[in-house]
């Protein structure tokens, strides 16, 4: 079982930035893809950003060239950088690991809330 915890989300205004950190337990964090997703309230989860063990990457269309995924494999972590922020980007946002693309996303953080609004 791997433990994952989020951090990092707030309350920022429309243009600003955010980073999110995902926080791993197992030492074999390096082998697993990680993805970002986020739900909004009413709204089905979705996969905005993904990153595989061998760093290929993945970005939803509606946060393509505004959020950046990336790894710490010797910490453990990965990190969600988010510029740009729009009042749609309001969710909450969690981090999740899955073994690769044949597998599902089976391990989850709690969830980070971000808001954004004036």
């Known amino acids: 079982q791997m433990q994952l915890v989020e951090s990092g989300g707030g309350l920022v205004q429309p243009g600003g930035s955010l980073r999110l950190s995902c926080a791993a337990s197992r030492n074999t964090f390096s082998i697993y893809y990680i993805g970002w997703f986020r739900q909004a309230p009413g709204k089905q989860r979705e996969l905005v950003a993904e990153?595989?063990?061998?760093?290929?990457?993945n970005y939803a269309d509606s946060v393509k060239g505004r959020f950046t995924v990336s790894r710490d494999n010797a910490e453990k972590t990965a990190s969600l950088q988010m510029n740009n922020l729009k009042p749609e980007d309001t969710a909450v946002y969690y981090c999740?690991?899955?073994?690769?693309?044949?597998?599902?996303?089976?391990?989850w953080g709690q969830g980070t809330q971000v808001t954004v609004s004036p």
């Open positions: 999740a690991a899955r073994l690769g693309r044949l597998y599902t996303y089976d391990y």
């Open positions: 990153l595989t063990s061998d760093g290929k990457t």
